[in-house]
């Protein structure tokens, strides 16, 4: 039975030991406290897996801890992001989640030495044709340094109809999605991450789902819920209240995963805070900062870790 892409889709952190090893039972306990926490799928591999510092080795063990983890919530997604700058690695990597049981893949396309839009167009089609279980690409003209417009994607489903997802990461990303939606007409959904920045602004435009950290789970699931639920005032609020920090830490990549890895082990739901190098070294107002944060969020968090 195919799972349902939608709705709260928080991207995995790597839990490290103190001494910089794969802390497996604290990435288990992490899994288990996000299943339990209302969300609708997880994913591994994204950037706040910090998937660019993991070994193969890793990387195969936590996906099967994940995987074992997501199959026992039946409307729980697990998606698996492919990052390889070339198709026959993204293929072989693909075809491995799709038999390990992973219910969908996100697939980043090559960006290293900017290849060209066909070069990237043809990446996503081989990867996505090897798999039948569902495809989201990610559309990233940052990193690729590449516009892709919308019916360049539907194009894309249309030959490979598996390809059902754009998590678009354009800057802002609201037009875009608008757009994707006018020219799929529904045959297309959008997701989008950059910790829910924009996150009022694209789910009226339709997007289906959020792609946040997974650090603070509980007020995204909220949010979601709000809105859902047509509870404007109260989705905004909420929102307001979110937002300086999340900006904040949005400044940059490592940024918000050293705050993040952080946020967890003040929650005690991983047992350390470690980040393999290089990584982003907070100071005391920044750290302040996050204690702030906990205290200001302690009831929609229920904490019962180390605050």
Avoid at 36 to 41: M, S
Avoid at 129 to 158: K, W
Wanted: proline share 6%.
């Amino acid at each position: 039975m195919n799972k349902e892409i939608k709705g709260v889709i928080p991207i995995a952190a790597a839990p490290f030991t103190k001494n910089g090893y794969l802390d497996e039972d604290s990435f288990q306990q992490m899994i288990r406290h996000l299943l339990q926490a209302g969300i609708h799928g997880v994913t591994l591999f994204g950037m706040a897996t910090e998937f660019y510092k993991l070994t193969d080795k890793e990387r195969g063990r936590m996906l099967r801890l994940l995987l074992d983890e997501t199959n026992n919530y039946p409307s729980v997604a697990s998606m698996i992001s492919v990052t390889d700058h070339t198709a026959e690695n993204a293929i072989s990597h693909a075809q491995q989640a799709e038999r390990m049981g992973a219910d969908s893949l996100m697939l980043l396309p090559p960006f290293f030495l900017q290849p060209s839009a066909h070069a990237i167009t043809e990446h996503i089609r081989k990867v996505a044709d090897s798999v039948d279980i569902p495809v989201i690409v990610q559309y990233a003209p940052l990193q690729t340094n590449v516009r892709i417009p919308p019916e360049v994607f539907l194009t894309l489903h249309e030959k490979v109809p598996n390809i059902q997802f754009i998590k678009v990461e354009t800057q802002p990303p609201g037009r875009y999605i608008t757009s994707l939606m006018d020219h799929s007409q529904g045959k297309l959904g959008a997701l989008v991450g950059y910790a829910g920045v924009q996150m009022p602004d694209v789910l009226e435009r339709r997007a289906v789902g959020i792609q946040p950290g997974c650090s603070f789970i509980e007020l995204y699931v909220q949010l979601y819920q709000l809105f859902q639920s047509g509870e404007k005032k109260g989705f905004h609020t909420l929102f307001q209240k979110l937002l300086p920090y999340i900006s904040y830490w949005m400044q940059g990549i490592e940024l918000i995963i050293k705050a993040e890895k952080v946020i967890l082990y003040k929650r005690g739901i991983i047992a350390s805070d470690y980040c393999r190098s290089p990584q982003y070294t907070l100071d005391n107002i920044e750290m302040k900062m996050i204690d702030r944060f906990l205290e200001q969020f302690a009831d929609e968090l229920r904490n019962e870790g180390r605050l």
